[in-house]
């Protein structure tokens, strides 16, 4: 406490009843089953220290360090750039998840991460990500399956999510592997139910901290045996190449894993920083499509906004153009669309840093919590870019001109005179540790909404879970936010029937 204070102020505290805060991490877990962690959390941070409007909180359960929680701008700028150098993913985290990430990009901080970083920025660059031929590939695939093609018993309701999941699952392994795994047309892929589980356990695991080591792990390490399986044949292929004979394969079509083997031969620096991109690539991009085609099938006056905008530049249905990186560049709805998705719904929701020193946040401490925070060396924050993208405090007031409810899914606030003050809008995180994919993701979520706009016109929601009406998608939340439900909707043609009636689409 002492060396605390010679460093900063306090937070506000979380309060607990039993030791080492059992039973806020037991409540946390809970939260966590029932789909309520953004609540949870919320409530947590904001009601710390019996007051209503905390944006950073502090849990002091005595087991060593504490850890702050943060939804402030301030502090979230300052743990990814002011005081980069402060903070880091930590020894713990890199240890806790060497099993899956290695020592990959993700799970590294100094001169590890920053090879890693070095290593696979050229992969991202503009020449390489122009190309869109694999998501017209993957996407010719999905639109049929859209309209209900293969669905059992001919319904035409579809479950959206899903169908995502693994369209970002075979465009993922395509362009890291060369080869797909065509989950698409073969839903029952044993690699990505491995992924999955492996995700939900480590997760939890890091969730249940300290008290981890008590959680059995032999389920997680079969499926992420099962995960290396398939990725090892790959790896082993490249390594049969020389380099020349790499070189050669430039010229034609080269995958992220030919490009990787230029640089590194060693096996196990290949499988996890592929491990690692697909984690980064595959989820992210499916949760926030899935999230918008959610939002778009309660919204038709924002589907019909965006198919103006696609018909004026590139036409709809049969003899449309398929965009290119200009298009998807200039096009300003679309990407309003995409903003406000990642806005609301940050598929990187919470994030966590370690004190890699003795430091501080700027906010958050003292009676006004305005004072700077007092932070000792191997502490954890806890930062959500959710919460803070979410809170109307960092938003223009009922009164004024740009008014927008900030707590609904609205894309005109974007393409209004509203813009967002710099760190309060970071759905890829900001800094040298900013996302990698950033570009990627865009062109892949943008090229995707585009080509299934132009074959459908109306995307229709139906209530799911008996209920009697559309609601708020279930947010899941493992190492990324997902629905935590089906999102089942019918997508029609220009001229075809709606039934609203009739349960028979
Ligand atoms: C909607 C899509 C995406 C979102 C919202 C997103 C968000 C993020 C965020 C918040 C981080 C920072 C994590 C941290 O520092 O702890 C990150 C890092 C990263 N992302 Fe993304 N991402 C997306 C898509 C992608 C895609 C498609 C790829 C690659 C194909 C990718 C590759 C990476 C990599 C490699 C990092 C690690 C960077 C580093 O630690 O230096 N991301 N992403």
């Not at 880091?88 to 920053?114: M, N, Q, R, V, Y």
Request: net charge neutral; hydrophobic share 40%.
């Amino acid at each position: 406490a002492v060396q605390i204070s010679r460093l900063g102020a306090r937070a506000p505290k979380i309060r607990f009843r039993l030791p080492y805060a059992l039973d806020f991490i037991y409540k946390g877990h809970q939260a966590n089953l029932v789909n309520r962690d953004i609540e949870f959390w919320d409530q947590t941070i904001m009601n710390a220290g019996g007051q209503t409007n905390v944006k950073t909180a502090e849990l002091d359960a005595g087991i060593s360090t504490r850890a702050i929680m943060t939804k402030d701008p301030e502090n979230i700028k300052a743990l990814l750039t002011g005081q980069f150098a402060d903070y880091g993913k930590g020894e713990p985290f890199h240890k806790d998840w060497k099993e899956f990430l290695g020592d990959s990009i993700f799970a590294t901080d100094g001169e590890l991460w920053s090879r890693s970083r070095q290593l696979i920025r050229p992969m991202f660059a503009r020449e390489r990500i122009v190309d869109t031929e694999i998501f017209e590939k993957h996407v010719q695939k999905l639109i049929p399956l859209l309209g209900g093609s293969h669905s059992p018993s001919s319904s035409r309701v579809v479950d959206v999510g899903s169908l995502f999941f693994r369209y970002t699952l075979d465009a993922a392994t395509d362009y890291l592997l060369g080869q797909g795994t065509d989950s698409l047309e073969n839903p029952a892929t044993r690699f990505a139910e491995a992924f999955r589980y492996v995700q939900q356990r480590q997760a939890e695991l890091f969730r249940f901290g300290v008290f981890s080591f008590a959680m059995s792990r032999t389920e997680f390490r079969k499926n992420l045996k099962i995960m290396d399986d398939f990725i090892q044949p790959y790896i082993e292929t490249v390594l049969f190449l020389s380099t020349d004979e790499l070189d050669q394969k430039l010229s034609k079509r080269e995958t992220f894993l030919d490009a990787l083997a230029r640089f590194t031969r060693d096996p196990r620096v290949l499988r996890d920083q592929l491990v690692a991109v697909l984690l980064a690539g595959r989820d992210t991009t499916a949760g926030t499509l899935s999230f918008c085609l959610f939002e778009l099938s309660r919204n038709p006056e924002v589907v019909a906004k965006m198919r103006q905008e696609i018909r004026d530049r590139l036409g709809v249905g049969a003899n449309s153009q398929k965009p290119t990186y200009t298009d998807l560049k200039e096009m300003k709805y679309l990407n309003a669309v995409l903003h406000e998705t990642m806005r609301v719904y940050p598929v990187v929701p919470f994030n966590v840093r370690y004190s890699l020193r003795d430091t501080t946040l700027p906010r958050g401490g003292g009676p006004d919590g305005m004072a700077p925070v007092g932070v000792r060396a191997n502490s954890r924050v806890i930062y959500s870019t959710m919460l803070m993208q979410r809170d109307p405090d960092l938003y223009d007031g009922p009164d004024s001109e740009n008014y927008f409810d900030p707590a609904k899914w609205i894309p005109e606030r974007w393409v209004s005179n509203w813009q967002p003050r710099p760190w309060h809008f970071i759905p890829f995180n900001g800094g040298p540790r900013i996302c990698i994919g950033q570009q990627f993701a865009t062109i892949e979520m943008g090229y995707t909404l585009i080509r299934i706009l132009q074959a459908y016109e109306r995307i229709i929601a139906l209530p799911v879970n008996g209920k009697e009406k559309v609601e708020d998608p279930v947010l899941r939340f493992e190492v990324t936010l997902s629905p935590g439900s089906e999102l089942n909707c019918v997508f029609l043609k220009e001229g075809e029937d709606v039934m609203p009636a009739s349960k028979e689409y």
